[in-house]
């Protein structure tokens, strides 16, 4: 088992929680970037940058990562390319993408592009907070010990 971060966008802080985990469990860690990442005292976490360009990194990941792994994402439509091909996907506020939400939330998203793009929608995702924070921890480490026992999270 392996976790895997979409890590362009993904919060410096969901990163720490993922990273104390991975020590914790002896869980093997892959952050995946168009840039370069800082560099990690870790040997469980590995950093790797791919070719610049839209969905690079998503493309990596969808086709890299295996059914008992975890994808960590805001991304949806990576995360309902993972769900579909049977993998575990988790947003960094601590929500599980499953085969019943996801393409809710993918016609949420898209229903939200065209309004900003019509000008009847502005902004995207409300400012990070604590709680979302504690969510994630929580949700985390709810999904991981799951998966260690042999079963799919709920």
């Not at 504690?134 to 998966?147: E, G, V, Y």
Request: aromatic share 6%; proline share 5%.
């Amino acid at each position: 088992m392996k976790i895997w971060i979409d890590a362009d966008a993904c919060p410096r802080v969901i990163k720490e929680i993922i990273f104390r985990a991975s020590e914790r469990l002896s869980l093997p860690v892959l952050l995946v970037a168009n840039k370069s990442l800082s560099k990690h005292n870790s040997e469980l976490i590995e950093s790797i940058v791919v070719a610049d360009g839209f969905d690079v990194a998503d493309d990596y990941i969808a086709e890299h990562a295996a059914p008992e792994d975890m994808v960590i994402t805001a991304d949806i439509p990576l995360a309902a390319r993972v769900v579909s091909n049977g993998g575990v996907a988790l947003d960094p506020r601590g929500e599980l993408y499953t085969e019943e939400n996801v393409g809710e939330r993918l016609s949420m998203r898209d229903l939200m592009m065209e309004l900003r793009s019509e000008g009847f929608a502005q902004g995207g995702p409300g400012q990070f907070s604590l709680t979302d924070r504690q969510r994630f921890a929580s949700s985390l480490d709810s999904m991981l010990t799951q998966m260690l026992r042999g079963k799919r999270p709920v």
